[in-house]
């Protein structure tokens, strides 16, 4: 793999978590009881880069997915709620699944990043209220955290194990 062929994947990537993102802010929140509660579309493919690219690489799709998400339909809020929860998230990721004394599926580090993203945005929203009776809110969040991680842990993992050209980007984490 030529370093040209890994940047042009880092952009499909960043550019498939952007498609997604956009779309998921289109769709009404499927929980009525959970105001503000998403399904985090975008992290099927933070799980993929997570997967088959090395920490660098995946960072870089986080990011340009952060930014140009907010560029194409954000304010400053929703970049220091994103970023909190993107942060938190995927450094939560990469900690499950390097924990070798532990066998943690792809499906159990998605639902770690999903609850994580929720205590991200959580702490900020503590913060800008000035208040941390917001983290009261924490445990329904982290419901639908689980769930929905787990329904992107199970998504990711067909994909990464279906798509047939993907094997040969899983060989991008050695260089």
């Known amino acids: ?16 978590a952007v498609i997604i993102g956009l779309v998921e802010r289109i769709i009404p ?51 220091m709620y994103s970023a909190a929860g993107a942060l938190l998230s995927f450094v939560s990721m ?21 609850v994580f993203h929720n205590v991200g945005q959580l702490v900020i929203a503590s913060w800008v209220a000035q208040t941390w009776t917001v983290m009261l809110y924490l445990p329904v969040l982290s419901l639908i955290g689980i769930l929905t991680g787990i329904a ?3 998504t990711a993992n067909y994909l990464l194990t279906h798509i047939e050209r993907l094997h040969y980007y899983m060989d991008l984490r050695t260089l």
């Open 1 to 16: 793999m030529t370093k040209n062929q890994r940047l042009v994947y880092i952009a499909l990537l960043a550019a498939q």
């Open 94 to 114: 990469l900690t499950i699944k390097q924990l070798s004394f532990m066998k943690i599926s792809l499906i159990g580090v998605s639902a770690t990043g999903a």
């Open 29 to 79: 929140s499927p929980f009525f009881f959970a105001p503000g509660a998403k399904l985090g579309l975008a992290n099927i493919i933070t799980c993929m880069a997570i997967y088959t690219l090395p920490f660098k690489d995946a960072s870089k799709v986080v990011f340009i997915r952060l930014l140009l998400t907010t560029l194409l339909g954000g304010t400053v809020s929703t970049l």
């Open 152 to 154: 992107i842990g199970i």
